[in-house]
């Protein structure tokens, strides 16, 4: 029984999972005194359970030998090079692994979910940011410090457009994520405020959101021929926030594949997992009960 804690953009999801199926779940709001809030959240949710290990998911780089966050870029600042090995020891007296959200949710995806037993798979989480990871040959990328296939939504997709926070020019998460979705949205001062808002005026027709939702797709789409490129995945999963929207997201993305991937590439089979909610703690609670798998 594994003890597992989402440190999401919005939100911080946990869970007790047994063999990797939800025994109970809960949430708490980002705000001030994320860490604080967690634990006691995780406290409560494992009363009378016995979990044996840990499993920490971060938004940004990890170090999973040093159990840190490296960095995020403007998600979490307080986890910041904290050992979180060392929290989830004091706070639960459990020993714990941290890894990197999208690479957990690849994990979850691939052991549990939506692509059981896929050997070469990518998976694009749409959410306050644009999160990815990768698994060839069966084997989950990390590299030499990390940084292998979780930076899939920091690939250049638009020479012309603005800096950003991670310092790169053009990235497919200041274009497509929620958080520069909302900062365009609020630019244009109309009243549609949020990604909901968005999808709904499109659903509706409305002319003037499909600039926006455009080039959006656009920035999903072309990071994702980009991924298939990098990796020739026969999967690619697309999970996160945004894919609440459904086909208005995975439409354009599968038809954008079928004109610009390589001649000879194969596209890979599209799957979005029906409980994207669990797809990070699910691989939690795999890389928790098998910290070297």
Same mark, same amino acid.
């Given at each position: ?24 779940? =809960? ?21 009378? !359970? ?14 999973? #030998? ?58 694009? #989480? !749409? ?6 990871? *990768? ?41 497509? =994520? ?34 926006? /939702? ?7 789409? *072309?990071?994702?021929?980009? !991924?298939?490129?990098? /990796? ?12 609440? *929207? ?9 038809? /954008?594949?079928?004109?610009? !991937? ?32």
């Amino acid at each position: 029984m594994e003890l597992c804690i989402d440190f999401g953009g919005s939100e911080i999801k946990l869970a007790v999972l047994e063999r990797g199926v939800p025994v109970r779940t =809960g949430t708490v709001p980002v705000g001030e005194g994320d860490l604080e809030a967690a634990a006691a959240a995780a406290r409560s949710l494992a009363e009378g !359970l016995a979990p044996t290990a840990a499993g920490i998911a971060v938004p940004g780089v990890v170090d999973r #030998a040093a159990g840190r966050m490296v960095r995020a870029h403007d998600k979490h600042p307080r986890l910041d090079g904290l050992d979180l090995t060392a929290w989830a020891r004091d706070a639960f007296g459990l020993p714990a692994v941290v890894e990197n959200d999208a690479r957990a949710a690849l994990v979850g995806e691939i052991s549990t979910g939506s692509a059981p037993g896929a050997r070469n798979a990518v998976l694009m #989480a !749409l959410g306050t940011g644009i999160g990815t990871a *990768a698994v060839m040959d069966g084997v989950v990328l990390r590299g030499a410090h990390d940084h292998a296939g979780i930076l899939g939504g920091h690939l250049t997709v638009d020479l012309a457009a603005g800096r950003c926070n991670c310092g790169n020019v053009g990235c497919a998460e200041s274009i497509g =994520g929620a958080w520069a979705l909302r900062r365009d949205l609020a630019a244009r001062g109309d009243g549609v405020a949020d990604v909901k808002e968005l999808f709904a005026a499109v659903e509706a027709g409305d002319r003037t959101a499909f600039p926006l /939702y455009d080039r959006a797709v656009l920035a999903w789409s *072309a990071a994702a021929v980009s !991924l298939c490129h990098a /990796y020739d995945p026969e999967v690619l999963i697309l999970t996160g926030g945004i894919m609440r *929207a459904g086909n208005l997201v995975a439409g354009p993305i599968e038809a /954008y594949l079928g004109e610009h !991937l390589w001649s000879s590439l194969e596209a890979p089979t599209i799957v979005i997992p029906d409980r994207p909610d669990l797809s990070v703690l699910r691989g939690l609670a795999v890389l928790a009960a098998d910290p070297h798998s």
